[in-house]
């Protein structure tokens, strides 16, 4: 299994960015996918999760009507469409499966929202 995130950087408040993550190693369209993210000092916490077939979402309460999960399974891709970003969203942003070996992380992505 590897998860290979992308598309983090330096934004300005009120900016957007949309992260990725490229699957492989497993049936991707099998089974749901997670975005987390972990501040310095603070807990990893699960930002967003999308099921197998993309028809059910859910979000954290603190990115709720910021950011978007989407998936597209032909190309083993998973995205985070992050708007309207606040400094409190900088954090490492990972990609996360849970198959039934356990869980499975990529390298994370550094995303800092910053003026």
């Known amino acids: 299994v590897q998860l290979v995130e992308s598309g983090g950087g330096l934004v300005q408040p009120g900016g957007s960015l949309r992260l990725s993550c490229a699957a492989s190693?497993?049936?991707?369209?099998?089974?749901?996918m997670s975005w987390y993210r972990q501040a310095p000092g603070k807990e990893r916490e699960r930002v967003a999760v999308?099921?197998?077939?993309?028809?059910?979402?859910d979000y954290g309460a603190s990115v709720k009507g910021r950011f978007t999960i989407s998936r597209v399974n032909v190309k083993n891709t998973v995205y985070l469409q992050m708007n309207s970003l606040k400094p409190e969203d900088t954090a490492v942003y990972y990609c996360?499966?849970?198959?039934?070996?356990?869980?499975?992380w990529g390298q994370g992505t550094q995303v800092t929202v910053s003026s």
């Open positions: 999308i099921s197998s077939n993309g028809a059910s979402r």
């Open positions: 190693g497993f049936t991707f369209s099998n089974y749901a």
């Open positions: 996360n499966v849970q198959i039934l070996s356990g869980a499975r």
